[in-house]
Every structure is written in structure tokens, then in C-alpha cells.
């Protein structure tokens, strides 16, 4: 059967995670169901992650397999229409070899988290972005973000139920920046590794929200890490400002732009 890698972008507000379940709405079930309408009782498709409830994606990856041999544009066009008005869109589309496999086969996985500082609430970016209403300082947070980088064990960052047979993990960027915004202070934290632990990046951007607060010294985030305890870890901070950015594979599936609409 052909296979393909779809990149796919996604609101992840409606939905109670990547996973298909039987009884929530899911992204996987979403896309699953338009593949449905093209071609019924293909295989479950596979993806780089399982996104849980209300994280969001601009560049998951997922495979598929098809009887016919589409032309993947094609293909990425009919399962757009499929999906709507859920808020899911294939962006990309590529025809992929039997041994290509979106999670086992992705050399890494870039995250993006979204932290807004104001008082007054949000509105157009409301569930895209995690709200403090209380103004951070970056500097200490891109110091504490240092203890970070490298391989280390990250008990102290993984939630509990992680089902990673180690905690063992090689963090290979962890980048802060903060953007311009007349109306609040909006902190971006772009993080680069092969693979992570469930709830480590949650736990790691709310862990360095302490110590933009103040309320932790930097030097304190190394302490926890090497304290290998659950206990030790600040707040987790909530998934509305939690997306998986980009995957990496060699060779990329992507290489050549989608053709655009005038094409058709």
C-alpha cells in the first residue's frame, strides 16, 4: 500500500488529545474520518507525537497508507475538505517509503510555548497562550534555563504516569525570548531534542515561571533537577500554550514546497 507523510496544524482546544478515543473528540479520529471518506477501513495512522488535551500543533507529522496512488496534493486537498469545519489542515503532503515511520523514524522534535504577562484577559489569543498576570524578568529565566541543556536524568520533570522506560533525556536547546507587545509582555520557548518525557516541557516552562516571578532563585532549578524528585518541580503550567512546532527526518519528506491553488 502507498504510503505518506502528512504535516498537519491543529487547534488542539476542542480536542481531548491526538489519540483517537471512543468516546472524545480526537485529532487522530478527526483525520482518520476524513481518510474514511476517501478510502474506508484503512490501517490507524501513526504520528511524531501524541499531543495531549488542548495542546496544539504547527507542524505534526502522521503517516497513512492508501490503496490508490494519489498525487499528494491531491490527497492533502481532499482531506482538507474532509476535515472541515474541524480545526485541523494537512499542509503538506509527500509520497514516503514502506521503512518511513513518523515517530520511530524523527531524528527530533521542536516545541514552541506561549507565555503571555498582563492583567487585563485575553481574547484573540484565548486558549493559544498561558496567562500570568504578573510581569516576569527574562534574564533570570534564560539563566536558570542553562541547568537545562544537556543529558540528564528529568525525573523532577515528567509526570508521573510517564510511560518512557527511562528518564534519561539529551535537552538539546532551550531558547527564551521575549517579544515586543505594548499590551503585555509575550515570553517564547523554543525547545529542540530528540524525544521528551510526557509533561516535560510543561513542567520546565512552569518550573522557570517561578523564577521569572522571583519567587525562585535560578540556581534553585539546577537543585531540582539534580534532586530527581517529582516533588521538587514547580507547577506544571497548562497545554493552551504548548506547540509542537516542527520534526525532523533524514531525509526530510517535505523537500519541495506544495504546489499552490493555481495549479489545479
Not at 518511513?100 to 489569543?125: N, Q, W
Not at 534574564?139 to 518512557?164: K, S, V, W, Y
Request: glycine share 6%; charged share 20%; with cysteine.
Amino acid at each position: 500500500m502507498p504510503r505518506y507523510a502528512l504535516k498537519i496544524e491543529y487547534d488542539g482546544t476542542p480536542f481531548s488529545g491526538w489519540q483517537r478515543q471512543a468516546d472524545r473528540p480526537s485529532v487522530q479520529g478527526a483525520i482518520e474520518a476524513a481518510l474514511a471518506r476517501l478510502e474506508p477501513g484503512l490501517p490507524a495512522i501513526a504520528a511524531a507525537g501524541r499531543t495531549d488535551a488542548g495542546v496544539h500543533a504547527l507542524g505534526q507529522v502522521a503517516h497513512c497508507e492508501m490503496r490508490k496512488d494519489w498525487d499528494p496534493f491531491r490527497l492533502a486537498q481532499a482531506l482538507n475538505h474532509h476535515l472541515r469545519p474541524a480545526p485541523v489542515a494537512v499542509l503538506d503532503c509527500a509520497r514516503v517509503g514502506d521503512a518511513f515511520h513518523a515517530r520511530f523514524s524523527a531524528l527530533e522534535r521542536r516545541y514552541l510555548f506561549r507565555l503571555v504577562a498582563r492583567r487585563a484577559p485575553m481574547t484573540l489569543e484565548r486558549g493559544r497562550v498561558w496567562q500570568v498576570p504578573h510581569p516576569l524578568a527574562l534574564a533570570p529565566m534564560q539563566q536558570a534555563a542553562q541547568h537545562l541543556i544537556g543529558r540528564h536524568d528529568f525525573t523532577t520533570f515528567r509526570a508521573a504516569l510517564c510511560q518512557a522506560k527511562s528518564p534519561v533525556k539529551t535537552l538539546d536547546a532551550l531558547e527564551i525570548e521575549e517579544l515586543a507587545n505594548p499590551d503585555g509582555q509575550e515570553f517564547r520557548f523554543h525547545l529542540r531534542a530528540r524525544s521528551f518525557l510526557h509533561n516535560q516541557v510543561r513542567s520546565i516552562v512552569g518550573t522557570l515561571e517561578r523564577v521569572g516571578a522571583g519567587a525562585w532563585p535560578p540556581g534553585r532549578v539546577r537543585a531540582a533537577l539534580e534532586a530527581r524528585d517529582r516533588a521538587a518541580c514547580g507547577p506544571v503550567c497548562p497545554p493552551s500554550g504548548l506547540y509542537l512546532a516542527a520534526v525532523a527526518y533524514d531525509p526530510a519528506p517535505f523537500a519541495n514546497p506544495t504546489r499552490p491553488t493555481s495549479d489545479i
